[in-house]
């Protein structure tokens, strides 16, 4: 499957953005999905995950409460909606797609990732 992400940019800090990421070429309705991210000279943090059904969601501690993961599995899109925004959320957003459904935080679970999107928070 290919992944796509996209809908990063520069926001100031209390801000808002929205992520998408569109799927082709594979089933995206069995996938488990997550969304990643990257800073400089940092690992890939998880951010949030969604089970295939779209019902059951995981997020990362520093996320919660700020940022909601959806999917459409008519449209292949998943989505990544955060609000207030902090500096600390800077950085390069990927998200990553998982076979079997099952859930996860670990990056190298996840078999298949877009491109990355930007996302930069301005103080």
Known sequence: VQLQASGGGLVQAGGSLRLSCAASGGAFGTYFMGWFRQAPGKEHEFVVGVSTSGSALYYGDSVKGRFTISRDNAKNTVYLQMNSLKPE??????????????AARVPTEYEYWGQGTQVTVSS
């Open 89 to 102: 959320d800077t950085a390069g957003y990927y998200c990553a797609a998982k076979r079997y459904g099952l």
